[in-house]
């Protein structure tokens, strides 16, 4: 089986107005760089994002909600972006924030065929408004529902042609999570190779999962924070 | 008043070097951004803590040196970090399976507000900033243990240890011990328990920059440093 695709571009070219979009990474790290450029290239409107992070002013994800873009946005951190942050408190995009592993486990959820779920996090909070509250053994949890996308985007370090991948180090995150829950699920790779190449012992994310796989010609993988011995540079 | 004339700097040093009292040999330990970042800084060298950063790691690592950072190596606050032997890498849904399933021994983690019944505030602030509370809600949900890191007071002297928070809650009744410059105090059922004070620092100092009412624990002693 072969789900190489050329280019960024051409991977994304059916994403159309209003599509709903899972975006892999952690604020600048592990991020699809490529597919965000082809995205913002293509410009379609109305989007529905989900992502951890929105990334920074003028990278990552950000760039995506400074094209105008998005009109909702599903993620558990604002921190580093100051658009998104004054968007919010002006009411020009409409933002879903949830907690960390509420939202981890939603996307795991919905690419596991587990409709809702009940969590500790959240209890007593703002995030429990309007939901289900059920005490088990004396504790009470809130019902979250799972969450899918017609896309999801994500980045890995190896891939093959058949779509199994590889990540490395922290650059994880929620690309596993994500690759299970699209509908049509694309990964851009550093490193492209022949079926056979990788050890099944290593796949991280087995091939079915994945639709549309690319070789990233280049990516910058920007450093948010540089911290060095001795303090930032 | 006779409170310490302290610099930021200088209380934040105090307050992660007490903090780190509180951890014992073999504790699995998610530390959060700003003040609870530098417990790291304190712990003894013979002491065995394995550093959990929720984006996916165990065992995180001393800063890189110049030229040898990767930037698929950050910890929660986007910072560049290294590996240590016996580090592991994970997924977030793996990562929060971990914190919620009670797996993690110690949560220490900053705040702007803590109140009397131990709930805690950090993440925004109506109509003025909005950061977000990314991992917070899950690691107060479920570590072992949560411990608040933070100065007494904010920038403009304000109480941050209330009666009741008026922020948006990150947790609501789960805080165990709040630290900060001037002492360590302890939300027990009966209230707010002030357990050690520091170096100088009177009841009567410490109460009055707090306006939760604190209850002096019978073997209130100096702080730990």
Not at chain 1, 17 to 36: T, V, Y
Not at chain 2, 60 to 76: F, K, R, S, V
Request: proline share 5%.
């Amino acid at each position: 089986m072969n789900k190489e695709i050329a280019t960024a571009e051409e991977a994304i070219a059916d994403i159309r107005d209003g599509a709903s979009i899972m975006i892999g990474g952690f604020g600048l790290c592990g991020i699809p760089e490529n597919l965000i450029a082809a995205l913002v290239a293509s410009g379609p409107r109305k989007l529905h994002t989900i992502s951890n992070n929105m990334g920074v002013e003028g990278f990552g994800i950000g760039l995506i909600l400074e094209a105008g873009m998005i009109a909702e946005h599903t993620g558990s951190y604002v921190g580093e972006n100051k658009i998104m942050e004054r968007m919010i408190l002006a009411g020009e995009l409409k933002v879903n924030l949830v907690p960390q592993g509420t939202l981890a486990e939603q996307i795991r959820a919905g690419g596991a065929g587990i409709p809702a779920f009940y969590t500790p996090t959240g209890v007593g909070t703002m995030v429990q408004e309007g939901k289900e509250v059920r005490e088990f053994d004396g504790k009470k949890y809130l019902m979250e529902r799972a969450l899918k996308a017609d896309f999801a985007l994500i980045k890995a370090w190896r891939g093959d042609r058949a779509g199994n991948l590889v990540y490395r180090k922290t650059a994880q995150s929620f690309n596993p999570v994500m690759a299970p829950a699209g509908q049509i699920t694309i990964a851009e790779v550093d490193e492209l190779v022949e079926i056979g190449e990788i050890n099944p012992d290593q796949v991280m994310t087995p091939g079915i999962y994945v639709d549309r796989i690319f070789e990233s010609p280049f990516s910058e993988r920007r450093i948010e924070r540089l911290m060095v011995r001795g303090g930032e540079k | 008043m006779s409170l310490p004339n302290l610099t930021p700097e200088l209380r934040r040093q105090r307050i992660a070097a007490r903090v780190v009292h509180e951890m014992n040999q073999g504790y699995y330990v998610n530390l959060g951004i700003g003040i609870p970042t530098l417990v790291a800084n304190f712990i003894p060298p013979d002491m065995e803590v394995v550093l959990q950063s929720e984006n996916g790691m165990l065992g995180t690592g001393p800063y890189p040196e110049l030229g040898q950072q990767d930037a698929d190596l950050i910890n929660a606050g986007k910072e560049t970090i290294t590996e240590i032997p016996g580090s592991s890498f994970f997924s977030a849904a793996e990562s929060f399976a971990m914190i919620r399933g009670g797996h993690m021994d110690l949560s220490i983690l900053g705040a702007m507000q803590v109140d009397e019944e131990g709930s805690l505030a950090n993440w925004m602030i109506p109509g003025k900033l909005v950061r977000g509370m990314g991992g917070a809600m899950d690691l107060v949900a479920a570590a072992k243990r949560v411990i608040v890191a933070m100065e007494h007071s904010t920038k403009t002297g304000a109480p941050k240890i209330l009666k009741k928070c008026t922020l948006p809650l990150t947790g609501y009744q789960v805080v165990d011990t709040i630290v900060t410059e001037l002492g360590v105090i302890h939300v027990r059922d009966v209230g707010l328990v002030l357990a050690e004070l520091a170096d100088g620092v009177t009841f009567d100092d410490i109460q009055g920059v707090t306006e939760a009412t604190l209850l002096a624990s019978p073997g209130l002693r100096e702080m730990k440093g």
